[in-house]
């Protein structure tokens, strides 16, 4: 079965706690878009609140292991790092809570030493943390050949602008997890972007592993029914 993963994109503490709530007990892994205002126009939390210098976030608690993420106890938590030069930032995202971290290729300013990050995390994390790759439709395959190995899943934008829910499907997307299916049969394949009833059999039929979805979840009536219609397609 696909896994599928809700994803939310908030501006505060209160908003994350409420997105989180909506699907506790209803999925296992929740996405949380971070957005540092650099490497895609859009701030979220928590570097809107970083910036603005507010302590309500609780970020400091978190941190200093006082509390965790809203039902820490009941979810593991992927976060998306729409972040330039995420991976320096890396020791901060484990200890907010992340069992999945996401990098966006295009982000990383130089991918020697993104790569020798990589190389460098301790065993102890690499049993802890799973390690991904955001793609871009945009970019080339070929830009994550020197660190596939190094990763324990692709996640592919099935957007063009990314930073934002609700943006339209973009097809050449079907085309880069066909290629990368080809290329490697045993790679966990994620999609993020545009993922909905109509997008989502064909991402599945393209080789797809993990469906990411925002709006269409999280905008909807009934959580736990369209997880199950999405389960089913």
Known sequence: MTEIIPAILTDNFNELREGISRVVNVVTVVQIDMCDGIFVPTLSWPYNEIKA?????????????????????????????????AHKQFDFFVRLGAKRVVFHIEAEKDINEF????EGIDMYTRENVEIGVALNTTTPIETIKPIISKVDFIQCMGIEKIGYQGEPFDERVLEQISELRKIYPELIISVDGSVNETTAPLLVKAGANRLVVGSAIMNSYDVRETIREFESL
């Open 53 to 85: 210098g507010h302590k309500e976030n609780n970020i400091d608690s978190i941190l200093e292991e006082e509390e965790g993420l809203p039902f820490w106890d009941s979810l593991d938590f992927e976060f998306d790092l729409m972040v330039s030069n």
């Open 115 to 118: 790569n020798e990050f990589l």
